[in-house]
């Protein structure tokens, strides 16, 4: 199975900080490029950042860009998402994905092709 389990979200107060981690169950993310979508209530899925596998190439959404970086530590087998100067319409459950892409590439605008995925970690920011 190709488990992916998120921690760090909560409930934070516009202008904050959240820093999310995304965790491998039973598997190595080297190799794997990933990616962080979002959905608030009652709105589709969007795309919030992807790191290639390499960690060479990173995308952000432009709503996020300036204030959301994503990393990966391979020894750490983690891919960290820091959120900050948090923002209401960021609220929504956040979850990761992965899969393989090619060497630059990372799933930015869909997960479509990703073969794992985590629930996801709830993050609401409250003005």
């Known amino acids: 199975q190709w488990q992916l389990v998120e921690s760090g979200g909560g409930l934070v107060q516009s202008g904050g900080s959240l820093r999310l981690s995304c965790v491998p169950s039973?598997?190595?993310?080297?190799?794997?490029?990933v990616g962080w979508f979002r959905q608030a209530p009652g709105k589709e899925s969007e795309g919030v950042s992807c790191?290639?596998?390499?960690?060479?190439?990173?995308q952000y959404a432009d709503s996020v860009k300036g204030r959301f970086t994503i990393s990966r530590d391979i020894a750490k087998n983690t891919v960290t998402l820091q959120m900050n100067r948090l923002k209401t319409e960021d609220t929504g459950n956040y979850y990761c994905?992965?899969?393989?892409?090619?060497?630059?590439?990372?799933?930015?605008?869909?997960?479509?092709?990703?073969?794992?995925r985590g629930k996801g970690t709830l993050v609401t920011v409250s003005s």
């Open positions: 790191i290639s596998s390499n960690g060479l190439s990173s």
């Open positions: 039973g598997f190595s993310l080297e190799l794997h490029s």
């Open positions: 994905v992965a899969g393989f892409m090619d060497y630059n590439e990372c799933p930015l605008t869909s997960h479509e092709k990703m073969h794992a």
